[in-house]
């Protein structure tokens, strides 16, 4: 017997604490009966589970790493028809979702699963996650500037922790350069307004880590499996910065 929000997430239904919004709501049924207290328990197994009418099943669960394109969407589906990531999962029939989100202009490494945990567990602020980008900028920002990166910068909805910041690139005749940063955050457009910060507008944007996770070598708008490894030591990293932040 399991908390029933917990059922839910693991069957792919959505995250636990979606899964939780949505019991709350009145649309989740067990056995016929609706339910709204979170501290119900069922058995996946035995009992009939209905969202909105609709039985759960459990899934094969999943999880893809994708080279997300420039131009779209972090999202399954979008009302007004433009691409989104799920479009480059060919093949793929289970229902999956981002984890966590990438910008509509930036690209590189975005997870999607159906396994709401692994979700929850990677991007919960509590979690302290690193992911790491290339930022590529105008100009090309001195020692104080980067400084300031490090020790955290003061945005409209706080400061940032500190982040880890190197040269990558300098393009002295182009006046630009580009830099990797990695921040435990993941704060809307959170990169991009701290360049903006110390006067340097982002021109591109890739990540390309995302904890122990490497892109590697996966080109542009192709997705793959992870491996049973690969989901240990991201799972093993969310839960040992998370014992480090304590």
Do not use: W
């Not at 049924?29 to 099943?57: H, M």
């Not at 969407?73 to 029939?93: C, E, N, Q, W």
């Not at 809307?188 to 122990?212: D, S, W, Y």
Request: aromatic share 4%; charged share 30%.
């Amino acid at each position: 017997m399991d908390r029933l929000q917990k059922i839910l997430a693991q069957a792919g239904v959505a995250s636990r604490r979606k899964c939780e919004e949505l019991i709350q709501s009145g649309v989740v049924e067990v056995n016929g009966e609706k339910v709204t207290a979170l501290g119900v328990k069922a058995d996946a197994a035995a009992d009939i589970i209905t969202v909105n009418g609709k039985p759960i099943r459990g899934e094969n669960k999943l999880y893809l790493m994708l080279n997300k394109p420039k131009g779209v969407i972090t999202s399954a589906t979008d009302p007004k028809g433009r691409k989104v990531v799920t479009d480059f999962l060919h093949g793929i029939k289970e229902r999956v979702y981002p984890v966590g989100r990438l910008d509509y202009d930036t690209e590189g490494l975005l997870l999607l699963t159906n396994d709401g945990e692994f979700a929850n567990l990677l991007t919960h602020p509590k979690h302290h996650v690193p992911k790491t980008y290339h930022a590529t900028v105008n100009g090309i920002p001195h020692g104080t500037a980067l400084e300031r990166l490090q020790k955290g910068i003061k945005l409209e909805d706080g400061m940032t922790s500190p982040a880890e910041v190197e040269y990558v690139d300098v393009d002295l005749d182009g006046n630009k350069s580009t830099v990797s940063i990695t921040i435990h955050e993941g704060r809307n457009r959170q990169v991009r307004r701290m360049f903006e910060a110390i006067g340097h507008k982002v021109t591109r944007l890739r990540r390309i880590r995302f904890g122990e996770l490497g892109l590697e070598s996966l080109h542009r708008g192709k997705f793959r499996h992870l491996t049973p490894q690969e989901v240990k030591e991201l799972l093993d990293g969310a839960r040992k910065t998370h014992k480090v932040h304590k």
